[in-house]
């Protein structure tokens, strides 16, 4: 079977098993956990629901042209509402305190933040010298989905900030606190650090262990300053550093390391 007939059948079966994965995780926080209702629906879709959909969408738009404007606002709306909804549940009671959205002293704010964004970029600078020395291939989505054109840079900035308040909101703010009287802390940084990469995996699995890894040391930052505020701060500019800042530049290089040359017909400066 070649494997663009094969695709459909992957599709298939991915999004079964998310299915599958999304009643079993609701059924088990509902009934065994004990979790409200609302906490039990949410937490199943961040945890089953919205990384199946990532993994499911890899193999529909491999090896197509994407439009990359579309792409971004689509992932816009989606992030701004994943963490709209976070918002909201996770602070119906203790209000955005019980989800880590308090205040830091200046200094210590920026230090926290200076540290993180440190941490994030040497992770992908680390990762870029492995795939360099050991030939393993960067995904060519990756290379495709960043921003070529003026337009693309703009719409690219409120998608990494959508990125680091959505997301911190998510799976740090959120997850975190809700899942540790259940795993304890270290169980909960660990799994919603799991899922966080796999949110990724149209970067591959090279993407995926490295925004593991960067998603790692966020929660460890969220955990340890006792504020989400540092978190969302570095991811955002992380984001901002590696899509519009540098860029390729960060990829393993093209034709030495292995990612494959793309040839993208929206490359002309708008």
Do not use: N
Request: charged share 10%.
């Amino acid at each position: 079977m070649s494997p663009s007939h094969s695709r459909p059948l992957v599709v298939r079966l991915v999004t079964w098993g998310g299915v599958v994965s999304f009643w079993v995780v609701l059924l088990v926080l509902r009934f065994v956990a004990g979790l409200e209702v609302i906490d039990a629906i949410l937490l199943s879709v961040l945890l089953a629901a919205v990384p199946t959909l990532s993994l499911a969408q890899v193999p529909l738009i491999e090896g197509s042209t994407i439009e990359r404007l579309p792409a971004y606002w689509g992932s816009i709306i989606t992030l701004w509402l994943l963490g709209s909804a976070c918002w909201f549940v996770g602070g119906r009671e203790g209000g955005p305190a019980a989800m880590g959205l308090v205040g830091l002293p200046v200094g210590s704010l920026l230090a926290w933040t200076v540290a993180l964004l440190a941490a994030g970029m040497l992770t992908i600078l680390v990762f870029q010298r492995l795939a360099a020395w050991t030939g393993i291939q960067e995904s060519p989505l990756l290379r495709q989905l960043l921003p070529k054109t003026r337009d693309e840079r703009r719409v690219f900035a409120l998608l990494s900030v959508a990125a680091g308040t959505g997301e911190e909101l998510a799976y740090r703010g959120y997850a975190i606190p809700v899942l540790t009287p259940l795993l304890g802390i270290p169980g909960a940084a660990v799994l919603t650090t799991v899922v966080f990469g796999l949110l990724h995996s149209y970067q591959g699995w090279l993407g995926i262990v490295r925004t593991a890894i960067m998603g790692g040391i966020l929660a460890w930052g969220f955990l340890a300053s006792g504020s989400l505020l540092p978190s969302m701060i570095a991811h955002t500019l992380i984001d901002l550093l590696a899509g519009i800042v540098l860029g390729e530049r960060l990829l393993s290089p093209a034709g030495v390391a292995g990612v494959e040359q793309y040839e993208d017909p929206m490359t002309q400066e708008g």
